[in-house]
């Protein structure tokens, strides 16, 4: 009976390690879909709105032809870390392009925009943290402005956590509330 526990105790805690290892932040696949429809000649990003949950991909907004409706959901199902996409993108003839290079201005400005978001941030620095082996903080960013916190194993730790986030692209200032474990 007790090895059947302890062999049950070891199924669970793989799988729960396997399973937070697959994760991916929604965000993430958020901006990486919204900048393939920015970059799609096809689609127009400005007129197609993108959440994701648990990495499945909604669509929504309106958009003038049945064409551009099917290309964005094409665009999101060839994103990376999709699971499924639910297009719900109304096709509307009165949503015509209008001024063709000012909505393609106005995308490329998107896109820009979105390459430096809090969400982009936050990725960026998370990455960081996990190449360097940096747990245990929790990192909150707003504006460009990041809030660090949580426990690390140092001052080393710490002073590394902090440059990190001070020299990704996007960052505004940093501020630090890390301590040092005792």
Known sequence: MRKLLTTLIAAIALAALGCSAQTV???TITTKVKTKLAADTRTSAIKIEVETVNGVV?????VPTDGEKSAAEQVAKNTEDVKSVANRIAVTPAA?????VGDKVGEAA????AAISDAT???????KFVADGIIGTNVDVTNGVVLLKGMVDNKQEKTKA????????GVKSVNDKLTIKK
């Open 25 to 27: 932040d929604d965000s």
């Open 58 to 62: 909604t669509l929504t907004g309106s």
């Open 96 to 100: 015509t392009m209008g001024n063709v």
């Open 110 to 113: 998107a896109a820009t925009g």
């Open 121 to 127: 941030i936050l990725t960026k620095i998370k990455s």
């Open 162 to 169: 902090v440059e990190l986030a001070k020299t990704t692209e």
